[in-house]
Structure formats: structure tokens, C-alpha cells
């Protein structure tokens, strides 16, 4: 199996994995999965990622942890939110063992693209979502 097969592959996952899930802010955006392919290196920087989305050069981009990220989805109570909050764990878990080098992107203020980006072969890969700080 070729690397972009298994990023491909990889994608399927990710969407099903997110699949009808919203990161909890005053936007409740769902998440998008992407593929940067043959964009894989050592060190990715915020300017780059600004760039590889259609952010200026200059835009203020915060760099996260994952588990970070996802610490506001693992605090519910009550079934339900306990559900919602088993399959953020699976999300997290899927990106944490399917990529290295994982990094989270906070690109803008108040309206924040976030971007999770992680390396898988040759190609980065990650979901995407925004959310509404204000």
C-alpha cells in the first residue's frame, strides 16, 4: 500500500471518528478532515500553516498541545455528555496514534480557525474546525 493510500485511509477514519461532533464554543463548528500530501517536514511553523490555509503571513497564530485541546471535552456528566465525551477521546486517540509530530493551530482572534496537524508519511494530515471566542 502506497503512503497516500494509507493517508487516505487514514482520512476515512478521521471523518468517522468526527463525524457529527462539534468542538463545544459559540460557533459549535464540526470538523473537517484535510491532506497537505508531500508537505511532511521536520519542523512545520505557524507562518506556514497561515499560509497553507489562505491566512496572511502575519496572522497571529497560537501554537497548542493536543491534549490541551481536547481537556475542555473530557469533563461532562449524565450519559449523554458522557457519550459526546467517550468519542472526543476516541478522536483524540485516533490522531495521537495515527500521527507524529501532532501540533494544534489557533490561527486569528475572536473567529479562530483551528487546525490539528500531524505528519503521517510523506503528507500532513489533520482535521480542522473554528471556533468563537469572544
Given amino acids: 500500500m ?10 476515512i ?19 473537517e478532515v484535510f491532506i497537505w500530501e508531500g508537505q511532511a517536514s521536520d519542523g512545520l511553523t505557524p507562518e506556514q500553516v497561515a499560509q497553507q490555509t489562505g491566512h ?3 496572522a497571529s497564530v497560537q ?3 493536543l ?14 455528555e458522557q457519550e459526546i465525551a467517550d468519542r472526543f477521546k476516541t478522536l483524540e ?23 490539528i ?4 508519511a510523506n503528507d500532513l494530515v489533520g482535521i480542522s474546525t473554528k471556533v468563537i471566542e469572544t
Fill in 13 to 31: 477514519q478521521l471523518k468517522e471518528a468526527s463525524q457529527g461532533l462539534v468542538y463545544l464554543s459559540e460557533s459549535e463548528s464540526s470538523f
Fill in 67 to 80: 491534549s490541551e485541546f481536547f481537556r475542555p471535552t473530557s469533563g461532562w456528566f449524565g450519559s449523554e
Fill in 93 to 115: 486517540n485516533t490522531l495521537a496514534s495515527n500521527l507524529t509530530n501532532i501540533k494544534v493551530y489557533r490561527v486569528g482572534h475572536i473567529e479562530i480557525d483551528v487546525y
Fill in 63 to 65: 501554537v497548542m498541545e
Fill in 56 to 58: 496572511p503571513a502575519d
Fill in 117 to 120: 496537524v500531524g505528519q503521517h
Fill in 2 to 11: 502506497s503512503d497516500t493510500e494509507t493517508s487516505t485511509n487514514l482520512l
